[in-house]
């Protein structure tokens, strides 16, 4: 079953605010997880990754924090702009050295930044 | 352009008809995926293939049937839909599948069965 699911399903901001899209799972098995953002008629987009030795990871205006003690992850988005409004995705990836990149999605949080 | 495209864009076909879905990855990877994603649902994986080797079937109707003629290709061959198979049906790759890592995704199909 689904083991990724996110808090909220939409998220609108103001433009120039920083973001915070959360997202929770329960498999404490795994290791690897992916944000992904999907813009409207496009196929999702990868926008930061994490690996479960990690806390903390960052990218140009994105942060990924990994809290394993309560299987939580979420992607902060800096002066968020209006072509960031998307749907984001968190997947992870149950790994232990399986040899089946499996990806386990969320069901999605859409951003909405309005000026 | 993240390397990976799909044809056609869009389809909209009746149950009765055979028709197939075409993706092909242009950055040299050796793993590539179908998955689907339909309205308020996670996207869900339908088939998983290495070095055009199938290694997941995920419990998906033979209605879809998924080709790999080699690594750059992926077909899905789909028949005797049911309305319920409209969705939009997108094409991943990665470089391989040890340890998960990262999937580039095609724009995807969108699928409409009438």
């Known amino acids: 079953g689904e083991s990724v699911g996110l808090h909220l399903p939409t998220l609108s901001v103001q433009e120039g605010d920083n973001s915070i899209i959360n997202c929770a799972y329960s498999?404490?098995?795994?290791?690897?997880f992916i944000w992904y953002k999907q813009e409207s008629g496009k196929g999702p987009q990868f926008i930061i990754d994490?690996?479960?030795?990690?806390d903390k990871r960052q990218g140009q205006r994105v942060t990924v924090l990994l809290n394993k003690t309560v299987k939580h992850l979420s992607l902060q988005i800096a002066a968020t702009q209006p072509g960031d409004s998307a749907v984001y995705f968190c997947?992870?990836?149950?790994?232990?050295?399986?040899?089946?990149?499996?990806?386990?999605f969320g069901r999605g949080t859409q951003l909405t930044v309005w000026p | 352009e993240t390397g990976v495209t799909q044809t056609p864009r869009h389809l909209v076909m009746g149950m009765t008809n055979k028709k197939s879905l075409k993706c092909e990855q242009h950055?040299?990877?050796?793993?590539m995926y179908w998955y689907k994603q339909s309205a308020k649902k996670p996207l869900e994986l339908m088939f998983v293939?290495?070095?055009?080797?199938?290694?997941e079937n995920n419990s998906v109707p033979s209605r879809f049937s998924p080709e790999c003629p080699n690594s750059s290709h992926l077909f899905l061959h789909l028949h005797t839909l049911q309305p319920e198979d409209s969705a939009l049906y997108l094409c991943?790759?990665?470089?391989?599948?040890?340890?998960?890592?990262?999937?580039?995704f095609g724009p995807g199909t969108r699928l409409t069965v009438t």
């Open positions: 991943a790759s990665s470089h391989g599948l040890a340890g998960g890592g990262e999937q580039y």
């Open positions: 498999n404490s098995a795994s290791d690897y």
């Open positions: 994490i690996r479960s030795n990690m």
């Open positions: 997947a992870e990836n149950i790994g232990g050295g399986s040899t089946l990149g499996r990806l386990y």
């Open positions: 950055l040299g990877h050796n793993a």
């Open positions: 293939y290495s070095l055009e080797e199938r290694v």
